[in-house]
């Protein structure tokens, strides 16, 4: 069953798209291509997580410098007519220009991918497990599959013997 809540769009320096329920799929059927490919993936998306990570810092600076240059602005330029400047006014007038918004914005989208990113690390960190686990359960049967066989010869030979 695909989930499409797993398909995402991620702005970064460029768009990504994503799709983690394909990418966290486990073919059972498959699994030493699924061994192989884990590592590369994993380093995919907590790459993709520590740019999220940067891109918010970033975002970060951009808002405490664009916050002083407003509140600057925001004093140098107080006239009378808009009342006493007090704190809460100022902070007001700085939250309420449409640079600040845009900017927080797209710094609230940020964290929010940096938050979805990190989710999709954990993920394939527990996918590193799930692999593991699954191989030995597969190397398990394998061995008891390969006992019996064994011992079914034996007794063929055994019994070929007796004849």
Same mark, same amino acid.
């Given at each position: 069953?695909?989930?499409?809540?797993?398909?995402?769009?991620?702005?970064?320096?460029?768009?990504?798209?994503?799709?983690?329920?394909?990418?966290?799929?486990?073919?059972?059927?498959?699994?030493?291509?699924?061994?192989?490919?884990?590592? $590369?993936?994993?380093?995919?998306?907590?790459?993709?997580? #520590?740019?999220? %990570?940067?891109?918010?810092?970033? @975002?970060? &600076?951009? /808002?405490?410098?664009?916050?002083?240059?407003?509140?600057?602005?925001?004093?140098?330029?107080?006239?009378?007519?808009?009342?006493?400047?007090?704190?809460?006014?100022?902070?007001?007038?700085?939250?309420?220009?449409?640079?600040?918004?845009?900017?927080?914005?797209?710094?609230?989208?940020?964290?929010?991918?940096? $938050?979805?990113?990190?989710?999709?690390?954990?993920?394939? #960190?527990?996918? %590193?497990?799930?692999?593991?686990? @699954?191989? &030995?359960? /597969?190397?398990?049967?394998?061995?008891?599959?390969?006992?019996?066989?064994?011992?079914?010869?034996?007794?063929?030979?055994?019994?070929?013997?007796?004849?």
């Amino acid at each position: 069953m695909k989930r499409a809540e797993l398909e995402l769009t991620i702005k970064l320096d460029k768009l990504y798209h994503l799709d983690l329920d394909t990418d966290l799929d486990i073919k059972k059927t498959e699994i030493n291509d699924e061994m192989i490919k884990q590592p $590369g993936q994993f380093a995919w998306y907590a790459t993709l997580n #520590e740019l999220a %990570k940067n891109k918010v810092q970033t @975002l970060k &600076s951009e /808002l405490e410098l664009l916050e002083a240059t407003l509140d600057q602005k925001t004093r140098r330029d107080w006239d009378d007519s808009q009342g006493k400047m007090t704190e809460t006014s100022v902070s007001a007038k700085i939250k309420m220009s449409p640079e600040y918004k845009e900017l927080i914005s797209r710094y609230l989208e940020a964290q929010k991918s940096q $938050g979805i990113l990190s989710v999709a690390r954990s993920a394939f #960190e527990q996918r %590193k497990d799930m692999l593991i686990s @699954l191989a &030995s359960n /597969l190397r398990s049967e394998l061995d008891s599959d390969l006992k019996i066989n064994k011992e079914k010869v034996a007794n063929t030979i055994r019994k070929m013997r007796n004849n």
